[in-house]
């Protein structure tokens, strides 16, 4: 798949997931609250570039 970029969301508290998402080579954004879901989550991106 060609896409211009990729994102992901993990919670807060979930390590492995998010380790496994650095280890894919996704970045690290920022953390947000999702208040439709009521929890907080790290935002995760990839450029098609990188």
Same mark, same amino acid.
């Given at each position: %798949?060609?896409?211009? =970029?990729?994102?992901?969301?993990? =919670?807060?508290?979930?390590?492995?997931?998010? /380790?496994?998402?650095?280890?894919?080579?996704?970045?690290?954004? =920022?953390?947000?609250?999702?208040?439709? =879901?009521?929890? /907080?989550?790290?935002?995760?991106? %990839?450029?098609?570039?990188?």
């Amino acid at each position: %798949m060609k896409l211009p =970029e990729l994102f992901a969301t993990t =919670e807060l508290g979930n390590k492995a997931f998010h /380790n496994a998402l650095l280890k894919i080579r996704l970045h690290y954004v =920022e953390d947000f609250y999702f208040e439709q =879901e009521q929890v /907080n989550l790290h935002w995760y991106k %990839m450029k098609s570039s990188e």
